[in-house]
């Protein structure tokens, strides 16, 4: 009897294996349906597309598409600079629609500031060739307002502005608009009811006017508790129920590891002041929140080590990381699912202290990214 239930317990191993086996085939053969498990799964994050993207930005359009552009190449693109946009009904199937506006094409002939940027730029550079490109588009956003689309972005260096399409179609063509200023970077578009707002760099936020040229009122600078800035880049805004969260990102050399995060504070008003300042997803970089067609919730990531293990062939490509929204009468929590992404007691501890203490006094005059190795040769 111990002999047959050995053979049996021999025999459902070797079938569990097999399956095991079997499972791990498919997916390698259908990376594509490993990836719809993953998104229906919700408990563990993986890269959804392998193309080269920074900074990636998703967002679902009226007609049933989520669309993603990002910062697609390095900072001298030659003749590439532009924005490129694809779009997918599932976050997993991917189509490319190209570069939809092009800085030597479309900046080109409309004049537009970047191109002007550009040219002042290759005259006050000795090391200009044929395809060297001193000017590259960052962070681009893809926004549906007003019956048309639009693209906030900014450039290297600082100025950031709007994209209009002119055909009412995400694909454009797209018409630059006069530069928003010609400091700061990351701008974002946020809208409300009938208001449609323009937000830049970590925390600035106005109003725009009617016909989203310049803002119709003076600048706002968002406040949270605490003594440390909300991050110094990557302004989001995200409307949860009746709650407004405030996210940027950041990369601080005082922190516990080198990594490249988002942050939150929560408030009932639109221009706060928001409440306490905390890490949201850690190694995310510049990214978004996204509901899935199942309507559970995920933030784009873009810079982390993951990326070599998963098998990627782009150091930063588009990845999605999966979260579980908490809401309460006073607060709305976000938790991350996969512990490779969520910030741990350490970290929330020293961003509770730096809320207390502040940026620490040897980093007060160098980059906040600086290494502390690299203290020294930042020094006056």
């Known amino acids: 009897m111990k002999n047959k239930i050995n053979s049996s317990v021999r025999v459902c191993t070797l079938l569990l294996v097999c399956a095991s086996w079997q499972v791990f085939a498919n997916n390698q053969s259908d990376p594509q349906a490993n990836?719809?498990?993953?998104?229906?799964?919700?408990?563990q994050a993986f890269n959804a597309l392998d193309e080269l993207v920074r900074d990636p930005f998703v967002k679902k359009g009226p007609d049933g598409y989520y669309y993603l552009t990002g910062t697609t190449a390095g900072k001298h693109w030659g003749d590439k600079a532009g924005v490129r946009l694809w779009r997918s009904k599932n976050l997993v199937d991917w189509q490319n629609l190209g570069l939809v506006w092009q800085l030597h094409l479309d900046g080109k002939q409309q004049n537009s500031w970047h191109y002007q940027k550009y040219i002042e730029?290759?005259?006050?550079?000795?090391?200009?060739?044929?395809?060297?490109?001193p000017v590259a588009i960052w962070a681009p956003e893809i926004h549906y307002m007003q019956g048309t689309w639009w693209?906030?972005?900014?450039?290297?260096g600082g100025g950031?502005?709007?994209?209009?399409s002119t055909s009412g179609l995400?694909?454009?063509p797209y018409q630059a608009l006069p530069p928003m200023m010609q400091r700061n970077i990351d701008s974002h578009l946020y809208q409300e009811g009938n208001d449609i707002y323009y937000a830049w760099q970590a925390d600035f936020i106005g109003k725009m006017n009617a016909d989203m040229t310049q803002l119709a009122e003076p600048t706002t600078k968002l406040a949270h508790l605490g003594k440390h800035e909300m991050g110094y880049e990557g302004i989001l805004i995200e409307k949860i129920a009746d709650k407004y969260l405030h996210i940027a990102s950041g990369r601080y050399g005082y922190e516990p590891t080198d990594t490249y995060d988002l942050y939150y504070a929560v408030s009932k008003n639109l221009k706060g002041p928001y409440g306490k300042r905390r890490m949201m997803v850690k190694n995310a970089g510049h990214g978004n929140l996204v509901q899935d067609p199942y309507g559970k919730w995920w933030v784009t990531a873009f810079d982390h080590d993951y990326v070599k293990q998963a098998g990627g062939k782009n150091r930063w490509n588009l990845w999605l990381v999966p979260i579980e929204l908490t809401i309460s009468r006073d607060d709305v929590v976000v938790t991350v699912l996969d512990p490779r992404f969520k910030p741990n007691e350490e970290d929330q501890a020293f961003v509770d202290k730096l809320a207390i203490e502040g940026i620490?006094?040897?980093?007060?005059?160098?980059?906040p990214w600086t290494l502390p190795e690299h203290l020294s040769t930042h020094s006056d």
Do not use: C, M
Request: a positive charge.
């Open 35 to 43: 990836k719809i498990k993953l998104l229906k799964a919700h408990n």
């Open 121 to 133: 730029r290759t005259k006050a550079s000795s090391k200009v060739k044929d395809q060297y490109n």
């Open 151 to 156: 693209i906030p972005h900014s450039t290297d």
């Open 160 to 164: 950031h502005a709007l994209l209009k």
């Open 170 to 172: 995400p694909q454009g």
């Open 360 to 367: 620490p006094e040897a980093w007060k005059k160098v980059k």
